[in-house]
DNA sequence: TCGCGCTTGTGAAAAGATTCACGAATGTAG
DNA sequence: CTACATTCGTGAATCTTTTCACAAGCGCGA
């Protein structure tokens, strides 16, 4: 397939394909474009996603527990191995194998199940707490919807997803054309 | 409040909050910073969040329904006035005062009501069928939670959640730094 | 084997974004 | 009223990203 081809299915130029796909190395044959087996297994070793991570979700509310649901994340190698919640009324209750635990085996369970990844659906309260903790209980990366900014240590990336904000980029957009209301 | 000031607290630097609000106008009164409230309307007004926005949900599933009860959005302006599904299960129950509908009442209900934002949190596979009934029916704006790229016209602006991509970001910071695992 | 039609990989150019740095305002204190 | 300590707004300089454009490589068919 071709960068021309690769460029219009993913909504950029025929250029910046070659750019960008230039920076981690040489993957196309020239006249013949680029092999996409090889190309796609190349990219999911750089991407990190030739493998499966383990993932613990922190917070079984709204939208912890629509998240733990959506099979996409187990079909692209996201397993989500623990959860965690403070309310009682929801520790000990299974989903789908998984038991909701106690935030006080957070530590223990991160260690013993190999966590790397955490998402962050709690209250932005208890947010800051619990990203610190995962952290020290050797945490590599943080998903994040509690609206507020996390202090991690900057080898930690961070994710923030921030829906309200993805609304008023759609309200800029459209209130933008409009001289006045 | 210095553009010293509001830099810290945004992650950002001085210079970058000076040039960025100047491309809006001249808000701040030199040897005094910028007036915090008058700053924020200003803001608000720019960025078209100075008003209500009338949201429509389209799909009461997992991810649907936890973003309608998620009370920061109502909080900041974006009211979700109507909720369509097309399991007659769900068709008729109540959520906060919001009655489930037949997407077959979409269209006149974007109308009635001067839903102008819609919220597609629906299969895939009915994605773009619903984002083209929006637009055809008024919609100036989706926020889009379906893995697909919507085809709309360009004066419709979308905004596109992938949460798949998102820990695929940490994954690739994660794996970035490892030469070879 | 050679020529031809394609397409990559990549320097160079252009465009865009960030940072620098300083003149011009502004309030304050004496 | 003047001197001074601030801090904005903004051109110029720097840095980054994107686009251009073309030599070099590749397969194919004669
Ligand atoms: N619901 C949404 O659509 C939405 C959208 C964007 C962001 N968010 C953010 O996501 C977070 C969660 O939102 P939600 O709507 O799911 O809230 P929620 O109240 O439904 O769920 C939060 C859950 O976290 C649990 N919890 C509280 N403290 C905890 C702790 N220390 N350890 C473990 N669990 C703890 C609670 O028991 C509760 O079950 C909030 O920060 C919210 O701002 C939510
Ligand atoms: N659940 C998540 O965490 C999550 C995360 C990211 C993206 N998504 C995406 O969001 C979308 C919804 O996911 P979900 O997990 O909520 O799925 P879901 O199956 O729980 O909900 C989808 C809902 O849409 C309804 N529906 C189907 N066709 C419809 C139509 N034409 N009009 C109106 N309603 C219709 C279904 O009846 C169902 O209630 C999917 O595209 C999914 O890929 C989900």
Same mark, same amino acid.
């Given at each position: ?56 979700? *922190?917070? %079984? =509310?709204?939208? @912890?527990?629509?998240? #733990? ?11 989500? &191995? ?48 619990m990203a610190q903790r995962g *952290?020290? %209980? =050797?945490?590599? @990366?943080?998903?994040? #919807? ?11 990336? &961070? ?23």
């Open positions: 397939m071709s960068s021309e081809e690769l460029a219009a299915r993913g909504q950029t130029t025929a250029a910046q394909v070659r750019k960008d796909l230039s920076h981690f190395g040489s993957f196309g044959k020239r006249g013949l474009g680029y092999p996409v087996d090889e190309l796609r297994a190349r990219l999911r070793r750089i991407l990190g996603i030739d493998r499966t991570w383990n993932v613990g979700l *922190v917070g %079984a =509310g709204r939208i @912890g527990l629509a998240l #733990f649901e959506y099979p996409a994340f187990r079909a692209r190698g996201f397993d989500c &191995v623990a959860i965690f919640d403070s309310d009682p009324e929801k520790i000990g209750r299974e989903l789908g194998g998984v038991v909701v635990q106690d935030p006080s085996a957070f530590e223990e369970a991160v260690r013993a199940l190999g966590i790397e990844l955490i998402v962050l659906a709690v209250p932005a309260e208890a947010a800051q707490e *952290v020290d %209980a =050797g945490v590599r @990366g943080i998903l994040n #919807f509690a609206p507020i900014r996390l202090n991690v240590p900057p080898r930690v990336p &961070v994710e923030d997803v921030n829906l309200v904000m993805e609304l008023e980029a759609l309200s800029f957009q459209i209130s933008k054309d409009e001289p006045d209301a």
